[in-house]
Nanobody
Framework: VQLQASGGGLVQAGGSLRLSCAASGRTFSRYGMGWFRQAPGKERVVVAAISWSGDSTYYADSVKGRFTISRDSAKNTVYLQMNSLKPEDAAVYYC????????????????WGQGTLVTVSS
């Protein structure tokens, strides 16, 4: 599976962005997907995850109520809608894929995208 993340950019605090992660491969629907972020000088952390079926989702406490993860298996794409952005949301965002039906909130994913930069101005 190859992953291509896009949608990052510069946004003012309180604004919104939607990240996309396009996956290649015929078995996208059998992969759980996750979004991670890494700010300068900090570890990479999970932001949100979604099961292969889309029925289950996970959100880090810091983004609950503001971010929404979704997937469109017909388009082999997973999205991260980010609303009410804060300066502390600024980071490089990565999408990742892991084979299996359960949500994975650790970084033990099988495939990673290249990252897309989100900058939030105050």
């Amino acid at each position: 599976v190859q992953l291509q993340a896009s949608g990052g950019g510069l946004v003012q605090a309180g604004g919104s962005l939607r990240l996309s992660c396009a996956a290649s491969g015929r078995t996208f629907s059998r992969y759980g997907m996750g979004w991670f972020r890494q700010a300068p000088g900090k570890e990479r952390v999970v932001v949100a995850a979604i099961s292969w079926s889309g029925d289950s989702t996970y959100y880090a406490d810091s983004v609950k109520g503001r971010f929404t993860i979704s997937r469109d298996s017909a388009k082999n794409t997973v999205y991260l809608q980010m609303n009410s952005l804060k300066p502390e949301d600024a980071a490089v965002y990565y999408c990742a894929a892991k084979a299996g039906i359960t949500i994975t909130t650790s970084d033990k994913y099988d495939y990673w995208g290249q990252g897309t930069l989100v900058t939030v101005s105050s």
